[in-house]
Structures are given as structure tokens and as C-alpha cells.
T-cell receptor, first 114, second 117 residues
């Protein structure tokens, strides 16, 4: 089983719909992140959370919201999806067990907004 | 302003040859970390190598090495003896931040590497 699990793997939706992408982890990490990947832009940080009570905006948080339901769960919502939110979304966790903060990624969710 | 710059959108290399993927970064932090991640066509993100800003020696992990030139703010990835399975997208990334403000990792736009048989 994957340590960082994202659901769904693929989603097609229509403009204006509310969408939730879910992420769960079994790594026991406190820190969790949501990134989106667009061709030519790399990965950009949407939101991050260092523990259940700590939520922070990343560089592109507009149009998104998150919920940290538990240490192991971090969900990303698009309240009213728009076509330029079509992207590959990654959830990640991190720890500093090796003396540096390494990211562990889920398999990604490909979201298409029509 | 872009903090991580990867100037090579695409690169070709012959199998068994070495290849260097360029990365420059911009930060005012004294303490930071530099990473390379690999993304095969399957889409997952795979950690390759890490270099801390205070590390005096270049990091190495098997066929991967990181050519760290602090004064030039560059952190190039060198892949020796390229294999067909090295064909992928490669991302340079930097951890930045502070104890008070929190740390986060930012990414470059990526370089797509094609290994030719």
C-alpha cells in the first residue's frame, strides 16, 4: 500500500462545480502539502500544514481551500472549479528524520475542468 | 521573481554517457537545502538527492551527483552512465524559510531528459 494516498486518481468536472481532492498518509508525518503541476511551470505550492491546527497559504491559494481533518488526512477543495484549475495535483508529506526535510509524494490527481 | 531556474526545457543524451542538468537558485537565506526529484512518465515524484547549504562536499547518490557551486548559486545534477530508464522529467527544488515562519519547498519548471539508445 502507498504511504501517501490520493483520491481520486483522475477527475473530470464542469466549471462551477465543487470538487474535493483527498489525501491520506500512513507515514506518521505532521507536515502535509498540496502542490499543483502545470507544464512549463513545475510544481507550485497551494497550501501546507505543519500540524492539525496549523494551515498556511502557499503561493497560489486563491480559489482553493483545505481541511486538515486529522494528522493523517489533508483535503483540498475547489469551491467553484474553473478551467485554469485543470492540472495535476500532488499531496506530499515531509519529515526531517535524515536531518533535512524530504518530501514524500502521492501518485497525483489529474483534474480536468471543462 | 523566479527562485529556481532550470534553463533547459529538454535535453538529449546518448545511453551510457553522462549528462548535466542545470539549476540556479536565488535566496537570501544562509541555511537552505537543494533537492532533485525525478518524475517518470508514470507521474510519480521520486527523490534523488539532497545538498545542504553548509555541506562542503558535493552530494552523491549512486549515479547521481550534485555539483554545488554556492557562490554561483547553482546546483546542477550530474547523471553518469545514462540508462534508458533515466528518461523522465527532472525537477530542482529548494527548501527555504525560517524556524518562525516555517519551511517550504519550491520547485523549478523542470527539464525533460531523453536518453537515446
Amino acid at each position: 500500500d502507498a504511504d501517501v494516498t490520493q483520491t481520486p486518481r483522475n477527475r473530470i468536472t464542469k466549471t462551477g462545480k465543487r470538487i474535493m481532492l483527498e489525501c491520506s498518509q500512513t507515514k506518521g508525518h505532521d507536515r502535509m502539502y498540496w502542490y499543483r503541476q502545470d507544464p512549463g511551470l513545475g510544481l507550485r505550492l497551494i497550501y501546507y500544514s505543519f500540524d492539525v491546527k496549523d494551515i498556511n497559504k502557499g503561493e497560489i491559494s486563491d480559489g482553493y481551500s483545505v481541511s486538515r481533518q486529522a494528522q493523517a488526512k489533508f483535503s483540498l477543495s475547489l469551491e467553484s472549479a474553473i478551467p485554469n484549475q485543470t492540472a495535476l495535483y500532488f499531496c506530499a508529506t515531509s519529515d526531517t528524520g535524515q536531518g533535512y526535510e524530504k518530501l514524500f509524494f502521492g501518485s497525483g490527481t489529474q483534474l480536468s475542468v471543462l | 521573481a523566479q527562485k529556481i531556474t532550470q534553463t533547459q526545457p529538454g535535453m538529449f543524451v546518448q545511453e551510457k554517457e553522462a549528462v548535466t542538468l542545470d539549476c540556479t537558485y536565488d535566496t537570501s537565506d544562509q541555511s537552505y537545502g537543494l533537492f532533485w526529484y525525478k518524475q517518470p512518465s508514470s507521474g510519480e515524484m521520486i527523490f534523488l538527492i539532497y545538498q545542504g547549504s553548509y555541506d562542503e562536499q558535493n552530494a552523491t547518490e549512486g549515479r547521481y551527483s550534485l555539483n554545488f557551486q554556492k557562490a554561483r548559486k547553482s546546483a546542477n545534477l550530474v547523471i553518469s552512465a545514462s540508462q534508458l530508464g533515466d528518461s523522465a522529467m527532472y525537477f530542482c527544488a529548494m527548501r527555504e524559510g525560517s524556524v518562525t515562519g516555517g519551511f517550504k519547498t519550491i520547485f523549478g519548471a523542470g527539464t525533460r531528459l531523453f536518453v537515446k539508445a
